[in-house]
């Protein structure tokens, strides 16, 4: 019986606990294994949920009790997400979590720390909601040389644009209904003005390239002044109005990363990405274009794709450390893509292109 604490029992914790429920059986008899989670930590009670018995306030019940081998954080923001996943690692315990805030400002550190422990910090479910991206890319650069990831990473603004794109609907109409449907950060900007696009491809080129970059650096534009006109006119061209966030190896080694509106053409697989819906065109040197597709936010896709982790970490067994360690050397950003890569753009709409 492998004993598990959750951290946050909000959508994705509560989605994690439904999916190991109503899955348990069927992750037994494929994986041999049986978990418990003995511990759930909120702020709230919970009288009326089957696990209501599991809830705890403080931290250091989980951490001081040696029964517990996977923490899993899901309780978004930077703090005190971050100091309680460090804590948890330093006292001994694995570490899965789909917080993307935490990853992006502090990954480099809990790598490094689960490592020299002999134990594992993973992040399946920080990009891409359910859509199965870190282990396979993580997979794919033991063999291959990644040279471009290009990425639909955020599903709100997907949503967004597909609203207003097929209905005509306004922009805040569009996003008071990704809020309500649960796709949609706390705080809404983060969708919007890109930057929860901006973590992500951060995140995932760390994972490609090795090196991960602070947010505050990359070029960041977001939909807010794209109007349903500009998106009928991309329509007239065979264009989409897509956010797009991009991470490209140049010539001299370094990275350039972006988050802004592309216009995508039509023969380009990203065009029929709609709705909540992510998609992730990677390009490797040997496997050619491999493209990501699914849902990219909700509980139940974030969920599984942290179930995944935790069966990850628990079918390895015990010491069996992660290899992967991240620099955070700012050189490694190019500033400007290089002139051969530089994108055409819609002249009358002032879109970039791909
Ligand atoms: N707000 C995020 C999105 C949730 O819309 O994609 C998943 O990270």
Known sequence: MVKIALLGFGTVGSGVAEVLLENGKLIKSKTGIDFDIKYILDLREFPDHPLGDRIVHDINVILNDPEVSIVVEMMGGVHPAYDFSIAAIK?????????????AAHGPELLKEASERGLRYMFEASVGGGIPIIRPMTDLTAEDEITEIIGILNGTTNYILTAMKDEGTSFEEALATAQWMGYAEADPSADVDGFDSCRKICILAAVAFGNLVSYEDVETVGIRHITVEDIKKAEEKGASIKLIARAVKTDCGKVHISVKPYAVRRNNPLYAISDVFNGILVRGKISGDLMFY??????????GAVVSDIIDIASRGEN????????????MLAPVLPESLVDATFADLGYPVC
């Open 320 to 331: 069996q450390p992660q290899q992967v360690i991240w620099t955070t050397d700012k050189e």
């Open 91 to 103: 006292a001994g315990k694995n570490v899965v979590t789909s917080n993307k805030a935490v990853v």
């Open 294 to 303: 699914g849902k990219g936010a909700g509980k139940l896709p974030t969920a």
